[in-house]
């Protein structure tokens, strides 16, 4: 008999514990948070007496994280609904030189070049967007020719106008103070890029969890022609897209600009590969249809630690690129690995 009463108990856990695992699963960032939890752990053992532990060590690596993050959280709703942009380096250097020149040449109030830098790149996303829904052409393609075009054009204005390549005083621009605190400060010595990283991250997950916009973006990115047939916009859907990864490039630079004073139009050179690796590491298939933005988060939180732990240990700085590659391939074989396991648990 207490047997037989004692049956349905273990039955029920078991399909508690199994519902559970097949949560967590389904949950894109599952291998990005265990592989930030295992990078923090290795580099406070090994550098937690060199100030790695310390308020501004963890302030240093997140502040290093939250610019890639507000870039890989855009990219990786981009890379959901299937599509690519390799163009958002040379967005952060047109946008922040934009920026400088107006003040530099004309004389105009920071905010003013703000706008116009906003105004700019989401110009490029559009234009990014409407050449790839309008063409067929692969987003990789059209984006890269993107990327050439704005790094080719930013240096060769720059030159023409100014006849150097680095343009500053931004300190002595009208409207600094204000734009300054809202982008470039700090909260009890924490940058407010943080802050700016964690809205953006928050912002997204809405978007993706409790919205149709949302619902949309997956669907996109499942298939198309499905998606279509049930009546998505699929071409707005990505253009908007291709604009929220522009504004967000164009974020990083207002930021960074504020932050130093000026800029360069080689900056943002490269960002465009850490920031889809990024979003690989946080479970964001590059085939569409799956990931998050949470886990772009962890995605650039690695980046972030292993960034500045390579600087607490004393490593050679020139073997972050082999950490890039090396967390790439791992990251593609993890999210392989915990989909396939997931399906199963479906079976």
């Known amino acids: 008999m207490a047997a037989t009463e004692t049956a349905p108990a273990q039955r029920d856990d078991?399909?508690?514990?199994?519902?559970?695992?097949?949560?967590?699963?389904?949950?894109?960032?599952?291998?990005?948070?265990?592989?930030?939890?295992a990078v923090w752990l290795y580099f406070a053992i090994r550098a937690g007496d060199s100030g790695f532990l310390s308020k501004s060590g963890t302030a240093s690596y997140l502040e290093v994280a939250a610019e890639l993050g507000i870039l890989a959280v855009a990219v990786s709703?981009?890379?959901?609904?299937?599509?690519?942009?390799?163009?958002?380096?040379?967005?952060?250097?047109a946008s922040g030189m934009t920026i400088a020149l107006t003040y530099d040449q004309w004389g105009w109030p920071?905010?003013?070049?703000?706008?116009?830098?906003?105004?700019?790149?989401?110009?490029?996303?559009?234009?990014?967007g409407l050449l790839v829904v309008r063409t067929g052409l692969p987003s990789f393609i059209v984006t890269l020719a993107t990327l050439?075009?704005?790094?080719?054009?930013?240096?060769?204005?720059?030159?023409?106008?100014?006849?150097?390549?680095?343009?500053?005083?931004?300190?002595?621009?009208g409207g600094y103070d204000v734009v300054h605190k809202l982008f470039a400060s700090s909260?009890?010595?924490?940058?407010?890029?943080?802050?700016?990283?964690?809205?953006v991250a928050a912002f997204a997950t809405w978007v993706l969890l409790r919205t149709r916009f949302g619902n949309?973006?997956?669907?996109?990115?499942?298939?198309?022609?499905?998606?279509?047939?049930?009546?998505?916009?699929?071409?707005?859907?990505?253009?908007?897209?291709?604009?929220?990864?522009?504004?967000?490039?164009?974020?990083?630079?207002?930021?960074?600009?504020?932050?130093?004073?000026?800029?360069d139009v080689l900056r943002g050179r490269g960002r465009e590969f850490e920031v889809i690796i990024a979003a690989v590491i946080g479970g964001t298939l590059l085939t569409g249809g799956f990931g998050s933005a949470i886990g772009a988060v962890f995605g650039a939180l690695i980046f972030g630690m292993v960034r500045q732990g390579i600087i607490f240990t004393g490593v050679d700085a020139d073997w972050y690129q082999v950490f890039l590659g090396t967390m790439l391939i791992l990251a593609v074989l993890v999210n392989a690995y915990i989909r396939r396991?997931?399906?199963?648990?479906?079976r």
């Open 77 to 93: 709703l981009l890379m959901i609904a299937g599509e690519f942009d390799l163009s958002i380096g040379s967005i952060i250097a």
């Open 110 to 128: 920071l905010p003013a070049g703000i706008a116009l830098a906003v105004a700019l790149s989401l110009l490029i996303g559009f234009l990014n």
């Open 341 to 346: 396991k997931a399906a199963e648990s479906r």
């Open 148 to 173: 050439f075009i704005l790094a080719g054009a930013t240096i060769g204005i720059t030159r023409a106008v100014t006849g150097r390549t680095q343009v500053g005083g931004l300190a002595e621009a």
């Open 216 to 263: 949309w973006i997956f669907g996109v990115g499942g298939s198309n022609a499905a998606a279509r047939n049930l009546g998505v916009p699929v071409d707005r859907v990505k253009i908007m897209l291709f604009m929220a990864t522009a504004l967000a490039a164009c974020l990083v630079a207002v930021i960074q600009a504020v932050k130093f004073g000026g800029t």
């Open 14 to 37: 078991r399909l508690q514990t199994s519902g559970l695992v097949r949560r967590l699963l389904n949950r894109p960032e599952l291998g990005a948070a265990a592989g930030a939890i």
């Open 187 to 199: 909260i009890g010595g924490f940058s407010v890029s943080i802050a700016w990283w964690l809205g």
